[in-house]
């Protein structure tokens, strides 16, 4: 009881000092719109006029000579969470045995045996992202593969969506282990690129489209958002200011936050939200 006190009382000063100088949004989600050209184009190159449609649960596109599904590419708006998950794999996925996501073929130096360097591959990723209209990804990490030989070799680099140019995390109560309808929960919202000497082998995320509902919202400072986080029993108080993502399948938004750890609080209030 004592420590619920003295956060109380720490938020209660907390929203005192909130400088409206100092200001974040809330918002709602929706699926992020990826043009159509632009994907057949990286898809399928000089094949574009050989695609077809195909139509189920979710629209894509394929050739009639595709090997084990490749090349492809598609949208799929269905998953729900304001999300939109984008699938582009290229006839290079396939015709030259790219393994990126085998442990054993991780190269651990962070140079791959090609003529790609790192610095190369993410220059070439960072313009596949603006050609798809993403402004708005921070990288996260560049992996080195193909330290198998029979497994060619490349790098997969990963970007992570931002918003107002700070991370988004969806909030654990969106992933649920009971059996629900619709039973989807939220991807974390990433682009996985792959690349190698011949150019792009695949890409596949979840993105979304922020649209504000509430704006100019007063916040904490980092600050006092860390002294709450030291009320709250954090060993190690630190205060990351970001968005957290909550709601629902059929209604999802964006909260203004501040993460330690996997605790997060309302940068408008200072209460917690995880």
Known sequence: MKRWLCVLVLGL???????????????????????????????F????????????E??????????DGAPYCGQNDIVGFGQMQLSIYTALNSAEKHEPDIGDNIEPSG????ALTAAQAQAEAEALLSELGISDASLQSVTAYGKMEKFAAGYRLAFGQTLEGVPVYWAASTHVEEITVPSYTPQSNRMVIVIGDGGLVRIKGWWSAFTPTKQNVAIV???????????LGEDTAYAQRCYLLTGSYEAAVALPAYRCHNRFISAETGAELQ
Not at 22 to 35: G, H, N
Not at 111 to 114: E, G, H, I, S, V
């Open 13 to 43: 000063l907390i929203l005192g000092s909130a400088s409206a100088a100092d200001t974040m949004s809330e918002y709602s989600l929706a699926p992020f719109a990826f043009d159509t050209g632009v994907i057949l184009n990286m898809a």
């Open 45 to 56: 190159g000089d094949q574009i006029a050989n695609a077809r449609l195909n139509t189920g």
């Open 58 to 67: 979710w629209t894509f596109y394929d050739l009639p000579s595709s090997i």
């Open 111 to 114: 140079a791959a045996r090609c």
């Open 221 to 231: 400072s980092e600050a006092d958002a860390a002294a709450v986080f030291a009320g």
